[in-house]
């Protein structure tokens, strides 16, 4: 599923967050009639967690605790570190590279689909798994599927029901900062990781209210959405076609989607994990271009053929 700050910001129409929340709500009753005891998730960071003064492509989270952005939970999550140690091992066994984290910080982009689906982001034990999707150089994107396989090929050895999701928009160009044109405040701050003040985190959300605010009204210059693209992506997703995302580009997907485009990296490593138990099916079929969201907003739910 995608995740957005503006959900839970002043802005979007209620129309719009009706129609989203709906879609939620029925992704959220097919989590309930699972009533998964483990959740894997695979998600990114917006250099909340994850800084320039050291990038891993991918992380395994052994200790977990939300930093509390956009009213989401902050706090500990309830993360079992012998589960995602053994993850971890399993990942490397597979000739993936994989870093750990004793002490990780999460994001809305973690938390916010955990309290969408179950209504507290500590209901359920969940292995946080982060990849890279804003902060370049990106490996290319058949490494996702193969992290996706090693983790689902882990997952077949333990003895739980377990959810997987993905957290990541499809087409959009927030403005996030990046090493080459932020300002040298902003830069400091992307590279060495200093915490934000809260009048920071304030002005942070001023500024993405105002950006949607342009966005929705034709009055940005942020690249547009792409419903033709996103609308691909999704049927492969669902034909479960994964090994044509072998043949994207970084500059494609960039071309095509805008700059935080490559958080479908998740969804690719979610449904590449899905994959490892056979064919798979989507059930819930979600998608709505959302200016109000700068996002290409999409969920499907899935479970083996």
Known sequence: MSHSPLLNLPGPSRDLLEDVEGAIAQAAEFVRDYDPELVVI????????????????????????????????????????????????????????????ASMDVDHGTVQPLEKLFGDALSRSVIPIFVNAVAVPLGPLHRCRALGAAVGNYLATVDKRVLVIGSGGLSH???????ATAPEAVRERIVQGR????????????????AAKAFAGGESDLQPLNPAWDHRFLEIIDAGRLDEFNLWSNAFVLYEGGSSAHEVRTWIAAFAALETAGRYETALRYYKPAEELIAGFAIRTAMPA
């Open 42 to 101: 695979f998600s990114p960071d917006h250099y909340n967690g994850f800084f320039y003064k050291t990038m891993p492509s991918f992380c395994i989270g052994l200790n977990a605790t939300g930093v509390g952005d956009y009213g989401t939970h902050a706090g500990p999550l309830d993360v079992p570190t012998e589960l995602a140690s053994q993850c971890a091992e399993a990942v490397l066994d597979a000739g993936v590279d994989v870093a750990v984290s």
């Open 195 to 210: 915490p934000m003040t809260p009048e920071q985190r304030q002005a942070r959300q001023a500024a993405v209210i105002e």
């Open 173 to 179: 160009s927030p403005p996030v900062p990046t090493l």
